[in-house]
């Protein structure tokens, strides 16, 4: 009786410790959230002054002044696809490596991996200028091939179709493109190597029955390493996305033109060289960071329920 | 022996969309930023010079670029010890059935996902030394004597920037941790259990040895993360404080388009990159040590 | 095993799920895409602009305006003028300088940087000299300019980069920094009317203690406010010429001048007249002090009047010149805030110049100067202006730049000086040891030129 009451109370106070460190934890955390959120429902010339977390008359006009000012409409729509277009790239073709490396034998895969290792730890400040040339290299030879095939285009289209098309592929597909795949390499690197980390740990029971069951390589690798991998793949989905939707410096060096630009650079309107309008930039930073949030809210789940399905059978 | 090497081939398939996409995007800018640590080049001339190993030299004897490493490494050391504590022990704790689990993890994600910008006003507010919360706070509960302005003081100013970031960082720790520890079976708990284990033995005969590859990896990102932070030492403390809040790559970027020094540059981020490798590598083969032991 | 294939079987409808989705957003995106230039297509019928200049800026305030302005001159002319804003600024000087190895640089860009960096830009071809138009009919275009405002725009005969005399680019806008005062903050440290000599205002400090006000906020987190400030005094005490020569090497920067520059930022230090914290701040936080009365002092920008209206519009203050140490005359800092150069590959050369003159003449200034609330390049047209800003306007000719000065700093040295002055507000280090540091790296970058 006696002991079993210490028991109680030892863990009561375990337990109440475990949430005081946690509640302490989550309000440091959560209050900048609020700071922003009350910061944009001020004025500039109250953001600073009226100390209240949550202002007596919130301006929810900023919100709607942010979208349309900061032109998010077209923004948001880039963001969406370069981030969904870079982290489905990066996952297929980082899930094959990584895979490739931990299962697969082949002369070279181990200095390969390696190569990919390092170049995750170089950082290279001074890319930007070949990078930049590089791109607009390709460009260049894209361009001058679709013009010495145009005459033969013209034949079988119409010519303004063409011409169309040309322009479009220039200014618009090009740009999106090579944007796309820098981003992926910059995500690469990275999300192999914590693939590789998550594939090596991990039973390789169940591929050995799929390989019984006359499953070839590629079919093991969709349908039994990707599921059981689904945790790790949650947290590169969330890391990537998360590294696509903030980025652009790379964006403005790459893209061209406003149209093709990523939701960034709505938030640089708000940030002049002088002026910063704070409360527009805050209701903007809000919403850019809702897609984030939800993507976070929608993956982790996976980090949770991942393993434990395959852990019952293994 | 056909059927083998077609076995090969296809296993390169496997890795050749990697290879490629790393071929064009990085060899090349990787060769170009090689070549240019050899010359004296202001990034716009058309002309450079070439001045072989100079850069480097120049390097060895730069007092503040060293200092700078030792910055990084500082920041470094304090998020290893206390980012990574912080993660591992909250990873814990929501690897556990307790009540509200859901909430706290969706909370802990909410620093790496703010912007710099409004990490570096609040926690500017929050240690102003005039209007400041901690101040506030101190003062209130009679600790006057440590009421100053932490981010303009030499002694307190890289530290507050230190904790900071691992305050903004712990949630990746935490996610990749919770990952790794939501991967472990569950029957090796029970059966250590039935065996008559307490928390600790659980966690240092179960938990840790199977952890060990995610620790080894949380540790080689905190420290590439961290070894490159400046966004939010600018959002911080601005230019710096003299020369007591610089890191590498602020440096970098300095020589790069501030005084215009392209190679120089070049060559700094060849010396930081090389350094950074010779880190995580050293860290790699201790953790497989300890793996194997 | 029954677990692990409808477990699969699940992933793989969400795996087939994932992909739809990613195709009907590129769908979506292709249509979006298409739609956009089917309002092209439609216009294909009408004769197109046939000169399309490309303009490349940094001014997120300004864009609007730009796209206004370019609107209005595509309707008088024909010609069509497309902005593009990259900011921030040091990732729009990434941009430029990648374009400028690549050879795409605009027909319009503009540089933020020294005047070193500007000359590199001239002998690489990349800026268009703009000497024959702007001398034209008696220097039409270039009389209508602040003097300040060319002159850093401006090579003249002779100069140390040995690039070709001339001017090579069109000033926007001017500016100038100076000391901001708030009326009542003084008035409740007990201070009847603003500081005319250094005591004077290393006096005040003792007020502001017994007050509780704070003294001098600006941004000198960022290292060129600091310079600005020490470049004022260096002209105050020492004269222009005794400057010049210490950056031509014949003076060191342990000279006792010089010293007295570093020492004045001791003697604020000392007197409480600094902003506690003020090393690490940046320039809008400073602002944003002023702007909500937590500081006396300001120094700060033209550009200011701007970012105090949005913030507090009923603040009441005064501009004046940093109070006097030495007998010189003192010079403020200032000059062409921004300005535009002419690609020197342009195709549309001609075309591109003759907007850029459009865009000076008293009209387009006017509009730029109102909306932005600037201080116009244009000396003409300054009407109209508060008189905070009519001050500012003002002092355009007491102003001095370093890109304008006969000879230039070396970038290291500069830094030295400016993180070398931090040191000695947080009390680190003397200005005698500071001065010693400066001269050390002065003698070290001089000995490299000889080297090279």
């Given amino acids: ?314 | ?293 | 095993m029954q677990n692990v294939k409808s477990k699969m079987h699940n992933f793989n409808v969400k795996f087939k799920n994932f992909i739809f989705l990613f195709l009907i957003l590129n769908f979506t995106f292709l249509i979006f895409n298409l739609t956009g230039c089917g309002g092209g297509a439609g216009q294909g019928d009408r004769i197109q602009p046939a000169v399309t200049i490309n303009a490349w800026h940094w001014m997120t305030d300004r864009d609007d305006a730009f796209a206004e302005l370019a609107a209005r001159y595509e309707k008088k002319t024909g010609v069509k003028v497309k902005f593009e804003l990259y900011a921030p600024s040091d990732s729009y000087t990434q941009k430029v300088r990648a374009a400028a190895q690549a050879g795409t640089l605009p027909d319009i860009f503009g540089l933020l940087g020294e005047k070193r960096d500007f000359a590199s830009f001239v002998i690489a071809g990349h800026v268009a000299n703009l000497d024959s138009e702007m001398l034209r009919d008696n220097a039409a275009w270039k009389n209508k300019f602040f003097s300040r405002a060319i002159a850093v725009n401006e090579f003249l005969p002779d100069n140390e980069f040995k690039v070709e005399p001339g001017v090579y680019g069109v000033p926007l806008d001017v500016m100038n920094i100076q000391m901001l005062y708030n009326k009542k903050l003084l008035k409740d440290a007990g201070i009847k009317r603003p500081p005319k000599t250094w005591d004077e205002f290393l006096a005040m400090g003792e007020k502001f203690k017994e007050s509780g006000v704070q003294g001098l906020v600006s941004g000198w987190g960022e290292m060129w406010m600091i310079d600005c400030f020490a470049s004022n005094y260096a002209f105050n005490i020492m004269g222009e010429e005794k400057v010049m020569k210490t950056i031509k090497g014949e003076i060191p920067y342990t000279d006792p001048e010089w010293i007295a520059v570093f020492n004045l930022f001791k003697e604020m230090a000392d007197n409480n007249i600094l902003y506690n914290g003020i090393v690490t701040m940046v320039n809008k936080t400073a602002e944003q002090l002023f702007a909500n009365e937590r500081a006396a002092f300001a120094f700060n920008g033209s550009w200011c009047v701007n970012v105090y209206a949005g913030m507090n519009p009923d603040l009441d203050y005064g501009v004046m010149f940093p109070p006097a140490k030495g007998d010189f005359l003192m010079k403020a800092w200032g000059g062409a805030g921004s300005s535009f150069l002419v690609n020197g590959r342009s195709l549309f050369k001609q075309e591109t110049i003759d907007f850029l003159r459009w865009l000076s003449d008293d009209e387009q200034q006017a509009y730029l100067a109102e909306v932005t609330k600037n201080l116009p390049a244009n000396k003409d047209c300054i009407t109209k202006l508060t008189p905070v800003l009519a001050s500012f306007a003002k002092a355009m000719e007491d102003t001095t730049h370093p890109n304008i000065w006969p000879v230039h700093e070396f970038p290291l040295v500069i830094e030295a000086f400016d993180k070398g002055i931090q040191a000695i507000i947080i009390g680190e280090k003397s200005p005698a040891e500071i001065a010693v540091e400066v001269q050390k790296v002065k003698e070290k970058e001089l000995n490299k030129r000889r080297q090279y």
């Fill in chain 2, 1 to 293: 022996m056909n059927g083998k090497l077609k076995s090969t081939l296809i296993n390169y398939l496997f890795v050749l969309p990697a290879v490629l996409i790393f071929a064009i995007f990085y060899i090349y800018p990787f060769l170009k930023v090689f070549q240019l640590s050899m010359v004296e080049w202001d990034g716009i001339l058309p002309t450079m010079q070439f001045i072989g190993l100079d850069n480097f030299k120049e390097i060895m004897q730069d007092k503040i670029w060293w200092d700078s490493m030792w910055h990084a490494g500082y920041i470094t050391l304090i998020a290893l010890t206390f980012q990574n504590g912080l993660a591992l022990l909250l990873a814990l704790v929501c690897d556990r059935e307790i009540k509200g689990r859901n909430f706290f993890r969706v909370l802990f994600f909410v620093p790496p996902i703010l912007s710099e910008v409004v990490v570096g006003l609040v926690w500017q507010w929050i240690l102003d030394g005039n209007y400041g919360i901690l101040n506030n706070l101190l003062s209130s509960i009679g600790l006057h004597s440590l009421v100053h302005n932490w981010l303009s003081d030499p002694k307190t100013a890289l530290t507050c920037i230190a904790i900071v970031h691992s305050w903004k960082g712990f949630g990746w720790g935490f996610i990749i941790m919770l990952a790794g520890l939501q991967t472990i079976p569950r029957q090796l708990y029970e059966a250590a259990r039935v065996d008559g284990a307490g928390s600790w033995q659980m966690f240092s005969k179960v938990t840790l040895p199977l952890m060990i590859p995610v620790f080894s990896m949380v540790v080689i990102l905190t420290i590439l993360g961290s070894m490159q932070v400046f966004v939010l030492i600018i959002a911080m403390v601005g230019q710096g404080l003299v020369y007591h809040t610089t890191v590498p790559v602020l440096r970098i970027l300095g020589a790069m388009t501030g005084s215009s020094r392209f190679g120089y540059a070049c060559a700094q981020g060849i010396i930081f990159g090389l350094i950074l490798i010779i880190i995580s590598f050293t860290q790699k083969k201790f953790s497989e040590k300890i793996k194997q032991a």
């Fill in chain 1, 1 to 314: 009786m006696d002991i079993n009451l210490k028991h109680i109370i030892i863990r009561r106070t375990k337990l109440s410790f475990i949430y005081v460190l946690l509640s302490i934890v989550a309000l440091t955390c959560v209050f900048p959230l609020l700071w922003m959120l009350g910061s944009s429902l001020k004025t500039q010339s109250t953001v600073f002054s009226d100390p209240s977390l949550i202002p007596a008359s919130p301006e929810w006009n900023n919100y709607y002044l942010a979208w349309t000012k900061g032109e998010f409409g077209v923004y948001f729509l880039n963001s969406v696809f370069y981030t969904t277009a870079v982290v489905f790239g990066i996952i297929i073709i980082s899930s094959l490596a990584a895979y490739g490396f931990s299962r697969l034998k082949f002369p070279g895969s181990n200095i390969l991996f390696h190569m990919f290792l390092a170049a995750m730890m170089i950082p290279l400040p001074g890319s930007f200028v070949p990078l930049y040339v590089l791109v607009n290299n390709i460009r260049k030879v894209l361009l001058e091939f679709l013009t010495a095939i145009s005459p033969f285009l013209i034949k079988i289209f119409p010519a303004h179709f063409v011409q169309q098309s040309i322009a479009f592929i220039q200014h618009q597909a090009f740009p999106r493109t090579a944007y796309v795949f820098c981003m992926i390499n910059v995500g690469l690197s990275l999300s192999i190597y914590i693939l590789k980390t998550f594939f090596d740990k991990m039973p390789g029971a169940l591929e050995d029955a799929a390989r019984i069951d006359g499953c070839n390589k590629l079919g093991i690798w969709r349908h039994v390493a990707l599921p059981l991998a689904r945790p790790a793949l949650a947290v590169i989905t969330i890391f990537n996305a998360l590294n696509v939707w903030n980025e652009y410096i790379l964006a403005q060096l790459i893209l061209s033109s406003k149209e093709t630009m990523p939701l960034q650079r709505g938030l640089i309107v708000f940030q002049g060289m002088h002026v910063t309008d704070y409360p527009l930039l805050m209701a903007g930073m809000t919403m850019t960071a809702i897609p984030i949030i939800i993507i976070y809210l929608i993956f982790q789940k996976h980090i949770i329920k991942g393993i434990t399905a395959g852990a019952v059978v293994g």
